[in-house]
């Protein structure tokens, strides 16, 4: 795997990112190992149709559309927002997904919240058939597993593994494989503590900590620091970030780094998670609103 070492840091620090983004040109990063298990468990129980959820600009809607074309099955997204299904032409992650075969089922953001209710689904099977679910942003026992292979033996070095947080998968993953010596920061890209409990479920380590303070607003939201930042950050590495997830928490790792958190000499390893196709969806954004964009071609 891709891993680059970044310009140097005080007292000694190195940093290095691991470039997950890098394993498929479009279903990369952490989506690619979510799906890797699922994929194979879907084959094995002899599925035709994947089925699975998200919003207007979703990197898991994407990989899961192109992934069950790659892969040989019909796919279905539950899109949360019944106003979308008039602007998907203007939408570059729904186009992307409906061009690689998705069937796209437009719903209310009340009804959205039912997703995880056992009636909701079943009524779900009435209406499309048999289908092999995937939860909103692929996380379950077997994206955990899958997870657990970001890191590798040659990942020994490092004192502190970094990744985003958004359902709580990927760090959960990367939490059941690390070694004692090593400590695993989160960042969530999404406001509150609620994460702790649901990676709680997944993992009885106890060597992570999860860091709240660099979620830019919530969700989805940026402002001109976070863009001039990524916009920095690519033209200083030529590597791209995503402003949703991995834009922020490398934001935050230097941030913490100029704040003297990390103690002298500490070996550093950021998990770039991908995410990449969702910066023409924040550029059409942010353009809206007369804000500066993201100057990353993709």
């Known amino acids: 795997m891709n891993q680059k070492v970044l310009t140097s840091f005080p007292k000694a620090i190195s940093v290095q990112i691991k470039r997950e983004d890098l394993i498929h040109p479009f279903v990369s990063g952490n989506k690619f190992r979510k799906l890797k298990y699922n994929l194979l468990q879907a084959k094995t129980e002899n599925y035709e149709t994947l089925l699975t959820f998200g919003g207007a600009f979703s990197n ?36 992307f997904a409906q061009n690689c075969g998705m069937q796209l089922e437009f719903i209310s953001r009340e009804e959205y919240r039912l997703k995880s209710e056992s009636s909701f689904l079943e009524n779900l099977k009435v209406k499309f058939g048999s289908f092999y679910h995937i939860p909103e942003g692929g996380t379950n ?20 593994i970094c990744c985003s947080i958004g ?50 607003g919530g969700y989805g939201k940026v402002n001109e620091a976070l863009i001039g930042f990524i916009n920095q950050f690519y033209t200083e ?21 100029k704040k003297n958190y990390f ?11 991908g995410g990449i196709q969702g910066i023409q969806g924040m550029n059409i ?3 809206s609103k007369q804000l500066p964009t993201i100057d990353i071609y993709v």
Not at 175 to 186: E, F, M, T, Y
Not at 187 to 208: C, M, R, S, V
Not at 263 to 273: E, G, M, N, Q, R
Request: aromatic share 8%; proline share 4%.
């Open 167 to 216: 359902t709580g998968g990927t760090i959960s993953g990367i939490i059941n494989s690390v070694l004692p010596h090593q400590k695993v920061l989160g960042f969530p890209a999404l406001k509150g503590d609620f994460l702790k409990e649901e990676i709680h479920n997944f993992t009885q380590n106890e060597n992570w900590e999860v860091i709240t303070e660099y979620h830019f």
């Open 263 to 273: 103690p002298a000499k500490s070996k550093i390893l950021l998990i770039h998670t």
């Open 285 to 287: 954004k942010l353009k």
């Open 141 to 160: 026992a077997l994206a955990i597993k899958g997870c657990q292979e970001i890191l590798t033996e040659d990942d020994a070095e490092f004192d502190y």
């Open 60 to 95: 898991h809607i994407a990989a899961v559309a192109f992934a069950g074309k790659e892969k040989g099955f019909k796919t279905i997204g539950i899109i949360r927002g019944d106003e979308l299904g008039s602007k998907i032409a203007e939408n570059p992650t729904l186009s």
């Open 237 to 257: 590495n030529q590597i791209p970030l995503d402003p949703i997830y991995t834009g922020k928490m490398v934001f935050g790792v230097i941030d913490l780094i």
